[in-house]
């Protein structure tokens, strides 16, 4: 069992910027497939970056510039930075996790990751 516990979101205006993190039970450097999601009430949960256990990493076209994923392996971390915000990205942020391989067109997809976080907060005004 893994535990994820978000952290760093808030409220900013368009154009600033946040770094959310993502504190886990499990060794980040275990072979993990590690993702931050995003999703707005009504909507569904989007993919936003993923990471893996060799540092590959993949963004969605939407963030691509400016997010940046990455992990802190001696402290179990997971972060998002995330610059140049917009009011589109105003969402719940959600990390999650999996131990098995998941395949390049499932990394965005919320069901192919066992373990979640329960959401940070980020609003962005305009």
């Known amino acids: 069992q893994v535990q994820l516990v978000e952290s760093g979101g808030g409220s900013v205006q368009g154009g600033g910027s946040l770094r959310l993190s993502c504190a886990a039970s499990a060794d980040t450097r275990t072979p993990y497939y590690w993702a931050w999601f995003r999703q707005v009430p009504g909507e569904e949960r989007e993919g936003v970056a993923n990471?893996?256990?060799?540092?590959?990493?993949r963004y969605a076209d939407s963030v691509e510039g400016r997010f940046t994923i990455s992990r802190d392996n001696a402290k179990s971390t997971l972060y998002l930075e995330m610059n140049d915000l917009k009011p589109e990205d105003t969402a719940m942020y959600y990390c999650a996790a999996d131990p098995n391989f998941i395949t390049w067109t499932r990394r965005f997809v919320p069901i192919a990751y066992r373990y979640w976080g329960q959401g940070t907060q980020v609003t962005v005004s305009s």
């Open positions: 990471i893996n256990a060799d540092g590959s990493t």
